[in-house]
């Protein structure tokens, strides 16, 4: 189940952050199907929301929590227009139903265009999108990491194809999962907003111009933001010939906005964080993390429990806890064959997250250190406080340098694997590590920002986790619902 949306704020910046509150009886329902039939957004009052965007950011500026950016304030124009437009917004729903076409009380209005804004980590993108996904006044809306949307599409496929025997499938020649899985997220929002809209695994750039091409025929309006131009979304990645249609789909239904800054404003004037047993959350010996975990737990490292996560029957060691607070090592975390959901769930069930031994990250080892991206983005969507232990500074945890005979071994084995000549290789992301070189600034930002007080200010985030059988319980001791197999990575 996608997820719905909670709200978090720092001093130069915020971000939004989602958990799914579909199946919590103790939250609101936030996703009501017959809003597909109402205007995007509450006609009353909503133009003065968005004429306030660019008045609110003036604000902040005059009170000394943003610096004024020229990039910002021209995204801030495009955002109003753009929430003047949804309005009145009627997505033209092509799938509705012989007797809605007759009774439904409104009309469709002619689709509009939303926006994929690219540039480079802290430019300030998120925060504005979330700024301008905050005024919304609607339900049908749904804001949402990339990462998770593509792993929530592969889930209801997957239960899709389940519900049919071979046989079925077999003899229902007409049936599309993808389509079925677009038109069921259409009938839940009609607006998409996608932070880190970022394509590196083969399963999802195969699908991506199928799926787009049906939301965006439900009326669906797509607002994201990346790292990469769409020219260089899945740039050298597996079967890329198969990808290409879907950016021309995606320029045709986003305008492109182009917001590079050379500033990392998550750097700025970010106060350091005063823990016991040291003065950062980036720490350089396990002692001082032993009795950081003792003053947030309030037990003995020597007390806590070993934990282990279970659902849909695949167990997750992770080390011992107590209460909200967990003790883990780097090889438990990284170097297991943990995937995606695995830290859904630990990002679910643990507000602060101590992690021992974590070594200085290479491009030796490729799978280790993209766990360790996948997890830092999730950890840091639900506020988890990630404290590490590190022989060496924050700003030398990723040396992205390959040696000459490394190097050579992953193309022999890549070559070997995939059945490629030598040119095929040596142009393939998988190879060069391109997507890590986009990806580990980010991390390092964000690993940065985590270390501050703004950050360790914010209430956890940790959401609910979706279950797609009845195993998908964890137990009481993790307090956690399953959110699907964990695929590795």
Known sequence: MLRSVCRR???????????????????????????????????HGSQRFYATLTAQYKARVERGELLEDP?????????????EKLESYQ????????????????????????????????????????????????????????????????????????????????????????????????????????????????????????????????????VATGNRPPDDLYKNGLQRSNFLPFIPLLKQHCEILDMDSPV?????????????????????????????????????????????????????????????????????????????????????TYSHVLVKDFPQLSMKEKTPLRRFIIMMDLFYDRAVKLVISCHVPIIQIIDLQVSTDSAADDLRLLMDDLKLTLAEAKAMSLFTGEDELFSHKRALSRL??????????????????????SEGSGSASTGGESSGEGSSV
């Open 264 to 348: 990392d404003y998550r750097l700025l004037d970010n106060k350091p964080l005063d823990l016991p047993g040291g003065k950062a959350a980036f720490l350089h010996d396990d002692e001082r993390v032993d009795r950081l975990f003792e003053h947030l737990s309030g037990v003995k490292v020597e007390q806590a429990t070993p934990r282990t996560l279970t659902f849909l029957g695949r167990e997750i060691q992770v080390g011992v806890s107590h209460g909200s607070v967990l003790l883990t090592s780097f090889r438990e975390l990284c170097m297991s064959n943990h995937g995606s959901s695995d830290f859904r769930a630990i990002a679910k």
């Open 9 to 43: 704020y720092g001093t130069l910046w915020y971000s939004c952050v989602y958990h799914d509150v579909y199946h919590d009886a103790q939250h609101r329902r936030l996703y009501h199907f017959a809003c597909r039939d109402q205007p995007l957004c509450n006609a």
């Open 448 to 469: 940065n920002e985590m270390q501050c007080n703004d950050y360790w200010g914010l209430p956890h985030r940790p959401g609910s986790l979706e279950s797609s059988s």
């Open 91 to 222: 997505p033209p729903v092509a799938n509705k139903s012989f007797f809605s076409k007759f009774f439904s009380s409104t009309s469709a209005t002619p689709q509009i265009n939303g926006l994929y804004i690219h540039g480079g980590v802290g430019c300030g993108k998120t925060m504005i999108m979330d700024q301008f996904y905050d005024e919304i006044q609607s339900e049908s809306k749904l804001r949402t990491h990339f990462h998770d949307f593509m792993l929530d599409v592969h889930e209801r496929i997957h239960k899709y194809k389940s519900s049919y025997s071979r046989e079925q499938l077999r003899r229902k020649k007409g049936i599309d999962p993808i389509r079925e899985v677009a038109l069921s997220i259409a009938s839940e929002t009609s607006l998409l907003c996608f932070d880190e809209f970022q394509v590196t695994d083969v399963a999802d750039a195969m699908i991506l111009k199928r799926l787009f091409e049906h939301l965006f025929e439900q009326g669906i309006v797509m």
């Open 71 to 83: 990039r910002q304030l021209v995204l801030l124009d495009k955002f109003e227009k753009l929430g």
